[in-house]
C-alpha cells in the first residue's frame, strides 16, 4: 500500500512553494490510481449524502406492497425503476443506501467532531503538562481503552435507549481515547524543540504556546487519525445498527438494511448484499485516503518507504 | 521477575475495580432503568414498587456500597431476567465463545503468518501488493455481513452447512470462518510488517554474508525478531475478541456463546447480569494483557522482568 511511485523527482526536502507543492501532490495522486479511486469514491458518498433529497430516485421510506421484494433490474423479474431491487416494504434498496449513507457520515463526522476535540484536548494537556495530570489521564485512557467498545456502546444504549443522538453519545466516550494518544505522542516530541522554549522564553502565556505554536505544527498527523477513525465509527454504527441498537426504523442506515433485510435473506439476497457492499467500500476507502493524507502531510513518510 | 508480576496483577486488580465502577456509574447515574422497563403510561405507584423491587430507591452510596462488597465476593446477585446467580449464567456461555474464538485465530493465523512472511519477503512484488490489499480489506470489511454472505452462498444455495445453531462441525465452519476474517487480515499485517523492519536489519546482512543458508536466515534468526509484535497483536485481538466482540457473529449464527448473552443481557437491561458481563470481559482483558508481555521474555532473551 505504502509503495509510492518513486521519491526521487519530488525533492521531498526542497524548500518549494505551495502552489509547486500542491501541483506534485495532484500528480502523485494521479500516479497512485487506487487511492484516486477511493477518494472519487469517498466524494461520491459525500456528495450522495448532502444530495440525497435531490439525487433519490424514491422516497426512502414509503414504499408499496405490490412492488416488494423486486430483485435488482437486470435479474429476471426486475423493474428498471427500481434499479438495486425493492425491500419487504416496497422501498427502493438504491434510494435507502443514499439515505443511509447521510446517516453514517452524519454519526462519522459529529462523533469524530466531538471526540476528536475532547480528545485532543486532553492529549495536549496530558503531553504538555506531563507529571500526575499526564499519569491521571493517560492511566484513564488505557483502562478505558483496554475495553471492548462494542460493550461499552452497547451499555450506554442500554440505559439511555436506541436512537441515533444517544448512538453518537456512546461512540464519542468510547472514541476519544485514540486521539488523546495521538495529541499526546505528538506532543511530548514538540515539547523540548526550541521553537517551544522560545515561546516560553519570550513570555508566551501556555495556552498561547500549546494552541498557538504546538497545536498547529502537530496537525498533520491528527488528522490522518480523524480521517481513519471516521472510517471506525462507521462501521460501529453499522454494527450497533444491525444488532437493533443504533438507528431505529423508519429512518434508513446500512447496517440497519442488512439487519431487516436478513430475515429475507433466502430470498432477495439483494436486501443484504449492497448495503454490506457500501459499508465495506466506504471504510476500505476512507482508510485508503487516511493511509494517503498521512503520506502527503507528512513527506519523511513519503520517502521512508 | 515475580516483583513484575505482582505489581502487574495489583494493576490489574485496579483496571477490573476501575472499569466495574465505571460501568455502575454509566449504569445508575446517566438512566433510570425503571423508565424503559416499564410501558409509557405506567402509573407512579408501578414505578415505585418497581424501583423497590430492584433496589433501585435506596441512597446511591448504599447501593455502591453493596455493589462493592459483592464485587469482592464475587457476588453480582440474580439475574434480573433468569433469576439465577448471573456470574454462573456468565461463566456457562463462556466455553461455546472460547471453542468459537480459538479456531477462529488458528485458521487466521494459519492462513496468514505465511502469507505475511511471503509479502515480507518479496516487498513491492505483485504478491505482496494482493496480499496488502486483501489484508485492508479483510479489515474494513463489517464481520456481520461477512457472516450473512457466507449464509447466503454455502448454506442457502449449496446447502453445505447449517445457518445457524450449536453443536456438529457444519454448524462451526461458517461462524468459524467469519470471524477469522478480521484477525487474519491484522495477524498478516503485522507479520508483514515487523518481517520486512527485521529484513531490513544489519545482522540479517551479516548471517547471510556469513554463510547461512536463507531457510535459517529467515526462521531462526529474522522471524524469532518478528514474533513479539504479532504475538502482541494476536493477544490483543484474542483478548477482545473473547470479551464480547464476537457478538455481532455470534449473533447471526445464534451461536449460544458470551457474545449473544451480552446482547440478551442488553435487550432485557439486566444491570447484575451485566455487571457480571464487564467483570469476566475485564478480567479476560486484563489477563491477557499481562500474558502477553510476559510472553516476550520467550522470544528475547535480554527482557528481564
Known amino acids: 500500500m505504502m509503495q509510492r511511485a518513486s521519491a526521487k523527482s519530488t525533492g521531498a526536502y526542497a524548500p518549494a512553494s505551495a502552489k509547486n507543492r500542491a501541483a506534485e501532490s495532484l500528480r502523485r495522486l494521479w500516479k497512485d490510481k487506487v487511492t484516486l479511486v477511493s477518494l472519487l469514491f469517498v466524494l461520491l458518498v459525500i456528495f450522495s449524502a448532502l444530495a440525497a433529497p435531490v439525487i433519490s430516485p424514491h422516497d426512502p421510506t414509503k414504499g408499496s406492497i405490490t412492488n416488494r421484494l423486486k430483485p435488482p433490474f437486470w435479474v429476471e423479474g426486475g423493474d428498471p425503476r427500481f ?4 425491500d419487504q416494504q416496497g422501498r427502493d434498496v438504491l434510494s435507502r443506501i443514499i439515505w443511509g449513507g447521510r446517516v453514517s457520515l452524519t454519526v462519522g463526522f459529529v462523533c469524530v467532531a466531538i471526540s476528536g476535540a475532547f480528545g485532543t484536548l486532553l492529549g495536549l494537556i496530558s503531553g504538555y503538562f506531563g507529571k500526575w495530570v499526564d499519569t491521571l489521564i493517560m492511566r484513564i485512557v488505557d483502562i478505558q481503552s483496554s475495553f471492548p467498545g462494542l460493550l461499552v456502546a452497547l451499555t450506554f444504549v442500554m440505559v439511555l435507549g436506541p436512537g441515533m443522538w444517544n448512538l453518537i453519545a456512546a461512540l464519542t466516550f468510547n472514541g476519544w481515547m485514540v486521539h488523546a494518544r495521538m495529541a499526546r505522542s505528538q506532543v511530548l516530541s514538540m515539547r523540548e524543540t526550541t521553537m517551544v522554549e522560545a515561546a516560553r522564553a519570550i513570555g508566551c502565556p501556555t495556552s498561547r504556546t500549546l494552541f498557538g505554536h504546538i497545536f498547529p505544527n502537530i496537525i498533520s498527523p491528527l488528522i490522518t487519525t480523524y480521517v481513519l477513525e471516521i472510517a471506525r465509527i462507521i462501521g460501529a454504527e453499522a454494527t450497533m445498527s444491525f444488532l437493533g441498537y443504533g438507528i431505529q426504523p423508519p429512518q434508513s442506515s446500512w447496517g440497519l438494511m442488512i439487519g431487516e433485510g436478513r430475515v429475507y435473506i433466502a430470498q432477495a439476497w439483494w436486501l443484504v448484499t449492497f448495503p454490506g457492499v457500501a459499508i465495506a467500500l466506504t471504510i476500505l476507502c476512507l482508510n485508503l485516503v487516511g493511509n494517503w493524507v498521512r503520506t502527503e502531510l507528512d513527506p519523511l513518510h513519503r520517502t521512508r518507504h | ?18 472499569v466495574s465502577l465505571l460501568v455502575f456509574v454509566i449504569t445508575h447515574l446517566v438512566g433510570n432503568p425503571v423508565d424503559i422497563m416499564l410501558p409509557l403510561q405506567a402509573t407512579e405507584e408501578e414505578r415505585a414498587q418497581l424501583e423497590h423491587q430492584l433496589g433501585l430507591d435506596r441512597p446511591l452510596l448504599v447501593q455502591l456500597k453493596e455493589f462493592m462488597s459483592g ?8 439475574s434480573w431476567w433468569q433469576k439465577e446467580p448471573a456470574l454462573a449464567i456468565v461463566l456457562e456461555r463462556m466455553p461455546a465463545t472460547f471453542q468459537l474464538v480459538l479456531w477462529s485465530f488458528l485458521v487466521a493465523g494459519v492462513i496468514a503468518i505465511p502469507l505475511g512472511i511471503i509479502a515480507a519477503y518479496h516487498p513491492g ?42 453443536g456438529t462441525v457444519r454448524h462451526m465452519v461458517l461462524p468459524v470462518l467469519a470471524l477469522s476474517i478480521v484477525p487474519m487480515g491484522r495477524i498478516a499485517q503485522i507479520m508483514r510488517f515487523s518481517m520486512l523492519d527485521q529484513l531490513n536489519k544489519q545482522y540479517i546482512t551479516t548471517a547471510r554474508a556469513k554463510g ?52 440478551d443481557t442488553i435487550q432485557h437491561q439486566d444491570f447484575p447480569l ?23 521474555g520467550l522470544f528475547d532473551p535480554r527482557i528481564k522482568y
Not at chain 2, 464480547?244 to 447471526?252: K, M, N, R
Open chain 1, 83 to 86: 434499479i438495486l431491487g425493492t
Open chain 2, 71 to 78: 464485587l469482592v465476593r464475587l457476588d453480582f446477585g440474580l
Open chain 2, 1 to 18: 521477575m515475580l516483583r513484575y508480576v505482582t505489581l502487574r496483577l495489583g494493576y490489574c486488580v485496579l483496571v477490573i475495580i476501575g
Open chain 2, 125 to 166: 512484488s505483485t504478491l505482496d501488493r494482493i496480499l496488502t490489499a486483501a489484508a485492508l480489506t479483510g479489515i474494513c470489511v463489517p464481520t456481520f455481513w461477512v457472516g450473512l454472505m457466507l449464509v447466503t452462498v454455502f448454506a442457502v444455495r449449496l446447502g453445505w452447512f447449517y445457518t445457524s445453531g450449536y
Open chain 2, 212 to 263: 547461512l543458508d536463507e531457510k535459517t536466515v529467515i526462521f531462526k534468526h529474522a522471524l524469532k525478531n518478528a514474533a513479539p509484535a504479532v504475538i502482541t497483536t494476536i493477544g490483543v485481538d484474542l483478548g477482545r475478541m473473547l470479551a464480547g466482540i464476537s457478538s455481532p457473529v455470534e449473533h447471526v449464527f445464534a451461536w449460544p456463546g458470551f457474545g449473544s448473552l451480552i446482547l
Open chain 2, 274 to 296: 451485566l455487571q457480571a458481563c464487564v467483570f469476566v470481559v475485564a478480567i479476560i482483558v486484563t489477563m491477557i494483557n499481562l500474558l502477553t508481555d510476559l510472553s516476550y
